[in-house]
Antibody, heavy 121, light 111 residues
Framework: QVTLKESGPVLVKPTETLTLTCTVS??????????VTWIRQPPGKALEWLAH???????SCSTSLKSRLTISKDTSKSQVVLTMTNMDPVDTATYYC?????????????WGQGTLVTVSS | NFMLTQPHSVSESPGKTVTISCTRS????????VQWYQQRPGSSPTTMIY?????PSGVPDRFSGSIDSSSNSASLTISGLKTEDEADYYC??????????FGGGTKLTVL
């Protein structure tokens, strides 16, 4: 059974750095046909893609947030870590991680439950 | 980059059929596969359609996906509507600059 679970602080202050961890089970981060992505959703708003990483360490981040985002993985721990610097109240959102399937296409097939992060002083 | 535009909301009665559109702003809708995700209130999204029309195991065949090059859009059709289908639906596609684009979401109300 594939599961993804997000963890991290529920509250961060403006200008602080957010570090979120996605711990996966039921598949390996070394699987060449899979990757992990981060998506966020401000309250009452739409989904927004943030970043992804694959087994060969290929990674990409949203161009609008590129200067603030870093994504990395620890295959031995089955964890993918997202850091976002200089947090602002507009970054208040539920942050999800999801598994990416690589076939001829790329798509998300399993999602975590999400973690709500509030940015406030 | 392109945008995916969805209607803000749709509504229909139980047992009926509803179609949700997703229009690509630039570039061909056929150039990258489209996915559809369902998000019930208070829950994380689940994948309903991938690669334009494929259903993951466990998704009822009441859900179907298609693309139309003439309107440069994708569609999610739900037949035999049930109250449990009431949710937000998001389309999504991969951008060739190595990123993903989501539509703004459509709130489906089953009256």
């Amino acid at each position: 059974q594939v599961t993804l679970k997000e963890s991290g602080p529920v509250l961060v202050k403006p200008t602080e750095t957010l570090t979120l961890t996605c711990t996966v089970s039921g598949f390996s981060l070394s699987n060449a046909r899979m990757g992990v992505t981060w998506i966020r959703q401000p309250p009452g708003k739409a989904l927004e893609w943030l970043a992804h990483i694959f087994s060969n360490d290929e990674k990409s981040c949203s161009t609008s947030l590129k200067s603030r985002l870093t994504i990395s993985k620890d295959t031995s721990k089955s964890q993918v870590v997202l850091t976002m610097t200089n947090m602002d109240p507009v970054d208040t959102a539920t942050y999800y991680c999801a598994r990416i399937i690589l076939r001829g296409s790329r798509y998300f097939d399993s999602w975590g439950q999400g973690t709500l992060v509030t940015v406030s002083s | 980059n392109f945008m995916l535009t969805q209607p803000h909301s749709v509504s229909e009665s139980p047992g009926k059929t509803v179609t949700i559109s997703c229009t690509r702003s630039s570039g061909s809708i056929a150039s990258n596969y489209v996915q559809w995700y369902q998000q019930r209130p208070g829950s994380s999204p689940t994948t309903m359609i991938y690669e334009n029309k494929q259903r993951p195991s466990g998704v009822p065949d009441r859900f179907s996906g298609s693309i139309d090059s003439s309107s440069n859009s994708a569609s999610l059709t739900i037949s035999g509507l049930k109250t449990e289908d009431e949710a937000d639906y998001y389309c999504q596609s991969y951008d060739s600059n190595n990123s993903w684009v989501f539509g703004g979401g459509t709130k489906l109300t089953v009256l």
